[in-house]
């Protein structure tokens, strides 16, 4: 495994500005430390711990979290967030956001350190981010991950063993690519000594703003709105 020492005081920082954001929308959203743990399934100690940026954070519990305190995953990521209402036909193509080399916010996600991308935009309909695989033997990685939605992986650097609860592992060298549900558990570890990157292209599922029962353990996004005449025109064509 290739360790973090020469991050340690960027993701140190990184953790500190994530848990801090965490707090003020927990707080602003009139729930205690321990009603928020119970919403997303981890102990007290846990909650406590990230909140107080001594625990790392993967993006599926960032996840739950959004989902949880009905949040945009950009105001955790310690940006100045655009404020802008979800996307509508009439917004479209007005945003941009622009990152340079070293200017992702760095996420300390455990087996991963992750580089996330376009943070400055709230109500994206994906997230990308870069992601170096630390981890070179799956006995290390711990319970796969899995949260909602499809992702799409491209092999920036080095070779990927990527593994999943259903299909065999699959080696994946640079220029290689796959794209997977990610409600399927899932897990990559690198292959060799060298440094392992990924460009991964998170896309959350759509469902409705206002649902009877909330899973808060997996990405939201809501719909963009649609004038009736285009819903006439999906229906005929669709």
């Known amino acids: 495994m290739r360790d973090k020492t020469g991050q340690k005081s960027a993701l140190a920082s990184s953790r500190l500005k994530v848990g801090t954001a965490i707090r003020e929308k927990r707080v602003a959203a009139g729930l205690s430390l321990a009603q928020l743990a119970d919403r997303i399934g981890v102990a007290l100690s ?3 711990k990230i909140e107080n940026g001594k625990l790392s954070t993967s993006f599926e519990r960032l996840d739950s979290i959004c989902r949880a305190l009905d949040a945009d995953l950009a105001e955790f990521l310690g940006g100045e967030g655009i404020a802008v209402a979800p996307p509508s036909p009439l917004s479209f193509g007005m945003r941009r956001s622009v ?36 981890l070179d033997d799956i006995a290390d990685y711990g319970p796969f991950t899995s ?9 920036l650097e080095g070779e990927v063993e990527f593994h999943t609860e259903i299909y065999a592992p699959v080696r994946l060298t640079a220029g290689s690519s796959i794209y ?24 959350p599922r759509v469902e409705p703003a206002a649902s009877a029962s909330r899973d808060f353990n ?7 709105e649609i004038a009736e005449g285009d819903r006439s025109l999906i229906r005929k064509t669709g």
Request: charged content about 25%; some cysteine; proline content about 3%.
């Open 99 to 134: 990152t340079h080399p070293d200017e992702g916010t760095l996420i300390d996600a455990g087996g991963y350190l992750e580089w996330f991308l376009a943070s400055d935009l709230l109500n994206k309909r994906f997230q990308p981010l870069i992601a170096e695989i630390l």
């Open 180 to 203: 997977f549900d990610a409600e399927m558990k899932h897990a990559h570890i690198k292959v060799g000594d060298g440094r392992c990157r990924i460009l991964g292209i998170l896309c």
């Open 218 to 224: 997996s990405l939201r996004v809501v719909e963009a």
């Open 46 to 48: 846990t909650m406590s």
């Open 147 to 155: 949260h909602s939605g499809e992702e799409f992986n491209y092999v």
